[in-house]
């Protein structure tokens, strides 16, 4: 019997011309934001090689210098895309893409879109994540909020019920069928994304089509939640206005007021420093020290080498007093880095899972942080690779320091390293986190959503028992 | 279990009443309802607005529950046994309401198929659209473009496909042209001749006379007479319909 309901509710809804244009909407919209995110990923993702290229090029040819000077001149690191981030590319235009390494800093990241867009572009940057997360449930609402409202009124629900059919019966077969209009828009939506992952450079990752999946099943939870919850309402409403006013209501409170009060509530709880702030505290530290982190002395340091090799004068030492000063001085930068940045860190840490929380208010903060973790655009992720970038800075210093160090002796300017030592430093090679790590990262949104999904369809079935059929 | 009674006087009813009652909080709607309708009978409930017709509507299809006593279809309670009894019942509405973007057959599909009737085949829905009275050509078309008389005969079709025992009709003929009205009234002639016990709720003397086999009065709740379509004129009918429901008695 439900699929009569189903084949029923399916030709009624894409015979609606309210249905076909809004669906020919929102999948346009879809289509063109993924078409447009994958062109910019993949543009992105060249420029990147090619910079990358290019600074790697610089670095080995930079010519005989001195290893500190060519540890000041650094090396550009460029964060890779994953495949993924044409679907979202979630805090990526905010955080910057790029990182210079050099010696005794650890840099802010560079190319950030959104420091340069207009208020305008912001606005305007439609991306397949905000069509899923927005624009999908709105037609979801508008497809279903009269679902039982609209046949209460119109008075076909009376002689629906009088065939023997059942509320369950016909709920079941209502969702499937505006399940099956729906799958007319994603379904092509979801080969073009997936025909994109296969032609994309995937990027350094594991297993896209694993990660695509996923962000695909989140996305479909996402879109069942609000199936449910239209149902439900639509069941228990006096009439179809009231019914889509509410939905409409809950609507914009998922999607612009909770994410946006989640957002100010875990800066609040959990407040991180200015950008200014930050930098003139490290710079602060960095000139004093604080606490049990001591800025090297270099007569301590000298006396210290003196008394390890048995000689009287710094002229005696096999060794470049100054490469092992610096060398302290980079161990002791690193250790304040660590200390503001891991605090930083973990800040933002803080303030995730308190978002995470909240999502319990509104399913649209899981899943966005589902599908920003699950392309790679997420603030773990560019953590993971910031984390990447800077062990190799102070690789490259370590190593720098090092050849001067022992092929120098002190007070001797005029050594000048090569291409050798220049070809010996390794380029970074990244590998960004496998699945797993992203999943166990987002445990949280994943048990939230999953919650909003049985909470929702447990209300619909239990609406729906307790409908009224006038 | 099987609700119904033996009787020894003739067929078993289809539609049958005990004792059935509705309160809406304080205001009774249906006082103790005893009814019984055979095979081939059409009984017209007349009444007043608010006389309990369509409550006694509601209450055999199950839509409300009963505040006392039992409303059987072919002998099953409908309270407990919901589906069992809305499979053997048709409900025709005042105004029978279609889905719009679909055709008279597809709804004809839609609402057979869902009375248990399974996929009845183009052919079959088109021959009973055409004996429910619809010109064959509209069958196709979107029903967005029927009349009422129209959606009537779609109503009347669902029936027929349903090969209910029992009909329900609550105000069936409101708002129809005296055509329309006529054609109607043979068609549930028709459904009677096939053994179908038919209840009609209506305001309408004249189709009561005319329609129906037996006739019972409802003032505020109460089945206050029944009659015999046979042993009455139209003028009979509506004198006594007036003397019963002039207002001598309130809600209870």
């Known amino acids: 019997m439900i699929h009569h309901i189903v084949r029923k509710e399916f030709a009624d809804m894409i015979r609606d011309g309210r249905f076909r244009w809004s669906a020919i909407l929102v999948g346009s919209l879809l289509l063109v934001s993924l078409a447009h995110?994958?062109?910019?990923?993949?543009?992105?993702?060249?420029?990147?090689?090619?910079?990358?290229?290019?600074?790697?090029?610089?670095?080995?040819t930079q010519g005989e210098k001195n290893p500190h000077s060519a540890a000041h001149y650094g090396v550009y690191a460029f964060k890779p895309r994953l495949a993924l981030s044409f679907v979202d590319e979630g805090v990526d235009p905010f955080t910057g893409t790029s990182v210079w390494l050099e010696a005794h800093r650890q840099n802010d990241f560079l190319l950030r879109p959104a420091q340069d867009a207009t208020a305008a572009q912001r606005i305007g940057a439609l991306t397949a994540a905000q069509v899923l997360q927005h624009l999908v449930p709105l037609l979801i609402i508008l497809l279903t909020f009269g679902a039982f409202a609209s046949e209460r009124e119109r008075g076909t629900l009376r002689q629906l019920l009088a065939t023997g059919v059942g509320w369950r019966e016909l709920a079941l077969g209502k969702a499937l069928g505006a399940s099956g209009a729906l799958a007319l828009l994603l379904v092509p939506a979801a080969v073009a994304g997936a025909a994109a992952l296969v032609v994309a450079n995937p990027g350094p990752t594991a297993s896209p089509?694993?990660?695509?999946?996923v962000l695909a099943g989140a996305y479909l939870a996402y879109f069942v939640v609000f199936l449910a919850l239209s149902l439900a309402v639509s069941a228990r409403a006096r009439s179809s206005r009231t019914?889509?006013?509410?939905?409409?209501?809950?609507?914009?409170?998922?999607?612009?007021?909770?994410?946006?009060?989640?957002?100010?509530?875990?800066?609040?709880?959990?407040?991180t420093p200015s950008a200014f702030e930050f930098a003139r505290t490290v710079e602060r530290e960095m000139a004093d020290g604080v606490e049990d982190i001591a800025p090297p002395d270099r007569d301590e340091s000298t006396e210290r080498l003196l008394a390890e090799y048995g000689v009287e004068r710094v002229e005696d030492l096999p060794i470049n007093?100054?490469?092992?000063?610096?060398?302290?001085?980079?161990?002791?930068?690193?250790?304040?880095?660590?200390?503001?940045?891991?605090?930083?860190w973990d800040a933002f840490r803080r303030q995730g899972i308190l978002q995470e929380t909240l999502a319990a208010a509104a399913?649209?903060?899981?899943?966005?942080?589902?599908?920003?973790?699950?392309?790679?655009?997420?603030?773990?992720?560019?953590?993971?690779f910031a984390e990447a970038a800077e062990t190799y800075r102070r690789d490259l210093m370590r190593q720098m320091n090092g050849d001067m160090t022992e092929n120098s002796l002190t007070g001797d300017f005029s050594y000048a390293a090569g291409a050798e030592l220049w070809e010996s430093v390794p380029p970074l090679?990244?590998?960004?986190?496998?699945?797993?790590?992203?999943?166990?990262n987002r445990i949280l949104s994943l048990a939230v959503l999953g919650a909003w999904l049985a909470g929702a369809v447990l209300l619909a079935s239990a609406q729906v028992r307790r409908a009224e059929v006038a | 279990m099987t609700d119904s009674h033996e009787s020894n006087t003739g067929p078993k009813p289809l539609l049958e009443a005990r004792g059935l009652t509705k309160d809406y909080g304080d205001t009774r709607a249906l006082d103790s309802l005893d009814l019984a309708i055979a095979p081939g009978e059409v009984y017209c409930l007349l009444g007043p607005n608010g006389a309990g017709k369509t409550t006694t509507i509601n209450l055999f299809l199950g839509f409300v529950a009963p505040s006392a006593g039992q409303a059987l279809v072919s002998g099953l309670d409908v309270s407990t046994h919901d589906r069992e009894s809305k499979r053997r019942l048709a409900y025709i509405p005042e105004q029978v309401m279609l889905y719009r973007n679909l055709s008279g057959i597809e709804n004809l599909e839609y609402f057979a198929a869902l009375g248990g009737q399974g996929s009845l085949g183009r052919e079959r829905l088109v021959e009973i659209l055409v004996e429910a009275g619809l010109d064959g050509d509209a069958a196709g078309r979107r029903v967005s473009t029927y009349s009422k008389g129209m959606r009537q005969k779609v109503g009347i079709a669902i029936a027929i496909a349903k090969e209910a025992d029992a009909l329900l009709l609550d105000e069936p003929t409101s708002g129809l042209d005296p055509t329309a009205s006529s054609e109607f009234s043979a068609l549930v002639e028709r459904l009677r001749n096939r053994g179908v016990a038919v209840l009609m709720a209506t305001h309408d003397l004249f189709r009561a006379k005319d329609t129906g086999t037996r006739v019972g009065i409802m003032h505020y709740g109460r089945l206050v007479t029944e009659l015999s379509t046979a042993e009455v004129g139209h003028a009979d009918l509506e004198r006594i319909y007036l003397e019963h429901v002039s207002d001598n008695g309130g809600p209870r």
Do not use: C
Request: aromatic share 10%; hydrophobic share 45%.
């Open chain 1, 321 to 344: 007093a100054v490469g092992v000063y610096l060398q302290e001085s980079e161990e002791f930068g690193n250790r304040i880095f660590d200390r503001n940045y891991g605090a930083l």
């Open chain 1, 429 to 440: 090679e990244y590998e960004a986190p496998p699945l797993g790590w992203v999943l166990g």
């Open chain 1, 243 to 271: 019914a889509l006013v509410f939905l409409l209501a809950v609507w914009v409170v998922n999607g612009l007021v909770a994410p946006r009060v989640a957002v100010d509530l875990s800066k609040r709880v959990y407040p």
């Open chain 1, 363 to 384: 399913p649209s903060i899981a899943v966005r942080t589902l599908s920003m973790g699950l392309a790679g655009t997420d603030v773990e992720q560019h953590r993971h």
């Open chain 1, 209 to 213: 089509l694993a990660r695509g999946a």
């Open chain 1, 37 to 60: 995110g994958w062109v910019q990923a993949r543009k992105a993702s060249q420029e990147h090689a090619a910079a990358q290229a290019t600074t790697r090029e610089h670095w080995e």
